[in-house]
């Protein structure tokens, strides 16, 4: 099976550097769901370069600045990534997601990514 990542066309990048690019989440969260991955393909976050991680944290930025210029209704973020199969990854190819939220987009946003387990969402 091939990696949906390692063949991204130019067209499809919203952002860029010179390790990574970025694209709109295909199944969005939210308006300007964003992906940020590393051109060189490594499994995930952990085995990201010191000059992958640097620009990484340079497009979430970048990225963030730019979405809440083009949406005045941005209000907060979610980032996030999924580790390893029971983390939840299903495509083995790092990826950030930089979730872009609004005020009230759902009833009771507290305790964020900890809803990665429903339950403990709350506390």
Same mark, same amino acid.
């Given at each position: 099976?091939?990696?949906?990542?390692? !063949?991204? /066309?130019?067209?499809?990048?919203?952002?860029?550097?010179?390790?990574?690019?970025?694209?709109?989440?295909? &199944?969005?969260? /939210?308006?300007? %769901?964003?992906? @940020?991955?590393?051109?060189?393909?490594?499994?995930?976050?952990?085995?990201?370069?010191?000059?992958?991680? /640097?620009?990484?944290?340079?497009?979430? %930025?970048?990225?963030?600045?730019?979405?809440?210029?083009?949406?005045?209704?941005?209000?907060?973020? !979610?980032?996030?990534? !999924?580790?390893?199969?029971?983390?939840?990854?299903?495509?083995? &190819?790092? &990826?950030?997601?930089? @979730?872009?939220?609004?005020?009230?987009?759902?009833?009771?946003?507290?305790?964020?990514?900890?809803?990665?387990?429903?339950?403990?969402?709350?506390?």
């Amino acid at each position: 099976m091939s990696c949906p990542f390692c !063949n991204v /066309s130019d067209a499809m990048r919203v952002g860029e550097t010179s390790l990574l690019f970025a694209l709109l989440d295909k &199944h969005p969260v /939210s308006a300007k %769901h964003t992906l @940020i991955i590393p051109k060189r393909h490594c499994e995930n976050f952990f085995d990201l370069s010191k000059d992958e991680y /640097s620009e990484m944290l340079y497009l979430l %930025h970048d990225l963030r600045t730019r979405w809440m210029l083009e949406d005045d209704r941005i209000t907060g973020f !979610n980032m996030g990534m !999924n580790c390893g199969e029971s983390a939840g990854q299903t495509i083995m &190819h790092c &990826h950030v997601h930089l @979730i872009p939220r609004r005020s009230r987009d759902v009833s009771d946003p507290r305790g964020g990514v900890r809803g990665v387990i429903p339950h403990k969402q709350s506390y």
